[in-house]
C-alpha cells in the first residue's frame, strides 16, 4: 500500500520561508515522478512544481518560479519543497503526489497524479 506523508507546513508570515518533506512508502520511490500540489480554499487543486524521478528535471508554476525549489533525496525516500518569499495567496493545503507522466517541457504532469498524501496545510499572515 502506497503511503506519502506530507510535514512542514504552518503559520508563516508573508516574505517568510518554508519547507515542506515529503516522504513515501510502498512504492519504488526513485522510480516515480514526483510532484506537489496544492488547494485553496474555494479553488480547484493545482500543481505546484514537478520533478523528474533521477532529480535532474524541474518544473514549476508561473505563480511560483523562483521563489520555489523542488527536490529528492531517493536514498531517504522523501521530498522536498523549499518555499521562500511567500505571500498570502499561497494559502492552501499542499500535498505531495507520484505522478505517472511527465515531461518537463510541457505541464501535463498536472493532471497525472496518481498517489496522493493526506496534505499539510501552509497559512500566510498578511
Known amino acids: 500500500q502506497v503511503h506519502l506523508v506530507e510535514s512542514g507546513g504552518g503559520l508563516v508570515q508573508a516574505g517568510g520561508s518554508l519547507t515542506l518533506n515529503c516522504t513515501a512508502s510502498?512504492?519504488?520511490?526513485?522510480?516515480?515522478?514526483m510532484a506537489w500540489f496544492r488547494q485553496a480554499p474555494g479553488k480547484e487543486r493545482e500543481g505546484v512544481s514537478c520533478?523528474?524521478?533521477?532529480?535532474?528535471?524541474?518544473s514549476y508554476d508561473d505563480a511560483v518560479k523562483g521563489r520555489y525549489t523542488i527536490s529528492r533525496d531517493n536514498t531517504k525516500n522523501t521530498l522536498y519543497l523549499e518555499m521562500n518569499s511567500l505571500k498570502p495567496v499561497a494559502t492552501a493545503v499542499y500535498y505531495c503526489?507520484?505522478?505517472?507522466?511527465?515531461?518537463?517541457?510541457?505541464?501535463?504532469?498536472?493532471?497525472?497524479?496518481?498517489?496522493w498524501g493526506q496534505g499539510t496545510q501552509v497559512t500566510v499572515s498578511s
Open positions: 510502498g512504492l519504488p520511490f526513485d522510480d516515480w515522478s
Open positions: 503526489a507520484a505522478v505517472s507522466f511527465y515531461r518537463p517541457e510541457n505541464d501535463l504532469w498536472k493532471a497525472y497524479g496518481a498517489y
Open positions: 520533478i523528474g524521478w533521477s532529480g535532474d528535471s524541474t
